[in-house]
């Protein structure tokens, strides 16, 4: 069926270790994919998105590769921050519906 | 540019009493979703209009929830009678046309519901 698995939170981090959230996917055809942070307290909000194979999502110092031969779409950063604690959701968009995963919380300590 | 609007953002009822909550989409955006959140896990898709007509609506249990769009802009989601297992958030989101995968979907803050 179509889904997306995500790595199981909570990850902990020390501020400027590098970040690595694994997310795959399965779904027919070639689905867009979303990464979507949700902040203590505020509603989910698109951080980056990638629309066909081989792209790569940006924002914030975060990225992302649509890897479709491991249909992957990992998020990552070299260096987080403190205000990068979060909730992040892998998501992806085909046949008219948009599907999350289950999320993983990161949390940074200083 | 307002964003997507939701209400009440808490509410808290007995189970079996009904409830309605309320969205307010981004204007001009066609597409509407209603999802529900329980704590812990992902959003779920409950029902996606396309305007005021029913896109997908395959996991809205549909003996006791509904969801109208009328004149294809504002939305309301109803639970009746509500289960101890309802208690989640309601995410209201919009976006300009669903069926373009590559366009984003804008989140309200959603409704956190109680059922005791």
């Known amino acids: 069926g179509n889904s997306v698995t995500q790595m199981e939170g909570p990850v902990t981090l020390s501020e400027e270790a590098f970040l690595t959230i694994n997310c795959t996917y399965t779904?027919?055809?070639?689905?867009?994919l979303f990464w979507y942070v949700q902040y203590p307290g505020e509603g989910l909000q698109l951080l980056l998105k990638?629309?066909?194979?081989?792209d790569k999502g940006s924002n914030k110092g975060f990225e992302a590769t649509y890897r479709k031969e491991t249909t992957s779409f990992h998020l990552e950063k070299g260096s987080v921050q403190v205000s990068d604690s979060a909730v992040y959701f892998c998501?992806?968009?085909?046949?008219?519906?948009?599907?999350f995963g289950s999320g993983t919380r990161l949390l940074v300590r200083p | 540019e307002a964003g997507v609007a939701q209400s009440p953002r808490y509410k808290i009822i007995e189970k079996r009493q009904s409830v309605a909550f309320w969205c307010n989409p981004i204007?001009?955006?066609?597409?509407l979703y209603w999802y529900q959140q329980i704590l812990g896990q992902g959003p779920k898709l409950l029902i996606q209009?396309?305007?005021?007509?029913?896109?997908?609506d395959s996991q809205l249990p549909k003996d006791r929830f509904s969801a109208e769009r009328l004149k294809g802009v504002d939305s309301t989601l109803k639970i009746q009678p509500a289960k101890l297992e309802d208690s989640a958030v309601y995410l209201c989101?919009?976006?300009?046309?669903?069926?373009?995968?590559?366009?984003?979907?804008?989140f309200g803050q959603g409704t956190r519901l109680t059922v005791v």
């Open positions: 989101a919009s976006s300009l046309v669903g069926g373009q995968s590559n366009t984003e979907a804008f």
């Open positions: 779904a027919t055809g070639y689905p867009s």
């Open positions: 990638a629309t066909k194979a081989d």
């Open positions: 998501a992806r968009h085909s046949s008219y519906k948009l599907i």
């Open positions: 204007s001009g955006h066609a597409t």
């Open positions: 209009f396309q305007n005021n007509g029913v896109v997908d």
